[in-house]
Nanobody, 123 residues
Framework: QVQLVESGGGLVQAGGSLRLSCAASGRTFSGYSMGWFRQAPGKEREFVAAVTWSGGSTWHTDSVKGRFTISRDTVKNMVYLQMNSLKPEDTAVYYC????????????????WGQGTQVTVSS
């Protein structure tokens, strides 16, 4: 049974940094893509970044390019999202997700989801 467990969220001032972690277990993730998504109150869940498990290729949405970096550790079975220069508009619940195959931005394509971790950025 696949489990994704996020951690590392919290309250931070604008301009600050946080590193989110996602512990992945329950299967071998070779051939999978791992993604980070976020959902702000009253808004739809949106793609933030993704990484391929095997090759480490990455994709970041335009609004976080240069500020956020996704990475994975295939030995520890962890996925990370380093978030720098945080803005109040980054406030959301952040979710880790996994899917077989290529990285995509669609939430419906991802098979497995974590429970989410809250990130709040104060101005």
């Amino acid at each position: 049974q696949v489990q994704l467990v996020e951690s590392g969220g919290g309250l931070v001032q604008a301009g600050g940094s946080l590193r989110l972690s996602c512990a992945a277990s329950g299967r071998t993730f070779s051939g999978y893509s791992m993604g980070w998504f976020r959902q702000a109150p009253g808004k739809e869940r949106e793609f933030v970044a993704a990484v391929t498990w095997s090759g480490g290729s990455t994709w970041h949405t335009d609004s976080v390019k240069g500020r956020f970096t996704i990475s994975r550790d295939t030995v520890k079975n962890m996925v990370y999202l380093q978030m720098n220069s945080l803005k109040p508009e980054d406030t959301a619940v952040y979710y880790c997700a996994a899917k077989r195959g290529l990285m995509v931005v669609s939430t419906t394509a991802y098979e497995y989801w974590g429970q989410g971790t809250q990130v709040t950025v104060s101005s």
